[in-house]
């Protein structure tokens, strides 16, 4: 079946540092999002992203962070110069177009990152 | 503007037992409705969807959810609960681009 892929799996990082975690979407997709769980907390939509543009962000979507698609099968997730705060899994996911997949997120694992 | 409402933060029950997790949306239509599950240190995996017709939707590992309009809601049910559904459970409606997430039901199962 197919799968969104996400790495790395953990981060560990110094507050300040940029930071990408890198996503593979399942590849006829063509709607690629990035959601935000801090821990113990509620799955917060942080970006959408399609035909090469962000179509809608939330507020955390802030300065430090953006998205990029480098080529076919990549889309990434940048954060500038983290904060404490940015410590949280951050989970990638897609959707396609049409057929049983269009209405549907695929999430990947995640990438938890760390903040010291 | 979307949102929606998982009342119970934290639910018991013993194996074996039947569950009902309860799941309320806020749209003035029909939103698209799901119910995803996290098992620990994994991602969100989609037991179930519901986007129009039978208003009961069956789904993966014995769950089904039924959506009743009157009431705004998409409970999650099983009749016999196994350990290994011992998970956090996310309801989520979804119009267009845009997905809304509730707050997460944690399970956990009792011998």
């Known amino acids: 079946e197919p799968e969104v892929t996400q790495t790395p799996s953990h981060q560990v990082t110094q507050m300040g540092q940029e930071v990408i975690l890198r996503c593979v979407p399942i590849?006829?997709?063509?709607?690629f999002y990035w959601y935000r769980q801090i821990l113990g907390q509620k799955v917060e939509f942080l970006v959408s992203?399609?035909?090469?543009?962000?179509?809608?962000k939330s507020e955390i979507f802030d300065d430090q962070f953006s998205v990029e698609r480098p080529d076919g099968s990549n889309f990434t997730l940048k954060i500038r110069s983290t904060k404490l705060e940015d410590s949280a899994m951050y989970f990638c996911?897609?959707?396609?177009?049409?057929?049983?997949?269009?209405?549907?997120?695929?999430f990947g694992a995640g990438s938890r990152l760390t903040v010291l | 503007a979307q949102s929606v409402t998982q009342p119970d933060i934290h639910i018991t029950v013993s194996e074996g037992a039947s569950l009902e997790l309860r799941c309320n949306y806020s749209y003035g239509a029909t939103p698209y409705l799901f119910w995803y599950v996290q098992s620990p240190g994994q991602g969100l995996q989609l037991l179930l969807k519901y986007f129009s017709g039978d208003t009961l939707v069956q789904g993966i590992k014995g769950f089904e959810a039924e959506f009743k309009r009157s009431q705004s809601s998409f409970n999650l049910r099983k009749p016999s609960v196994h350990w290994s559904d011992a998970a956090e459970y996310f309801c989520?409606?979804?119009?267009?681009?845009?997905?809304?997430f509730g707050t997460g039901t944690s399970l956990t199962v009792i011998p």
């Open positions: 989520a409606s979804g119009t267009g681009n845009q997905f809304y």
């Open positions: 590849s006829n997709h063509l709607y």
């Open positions: 992203f399609y035909n090469n543009e962000i179509s809608e």
């Open positions: 996911a897609s959707r396609g177009l049409q057929g049983s997949g269009a209405n549907v997120l695929t």
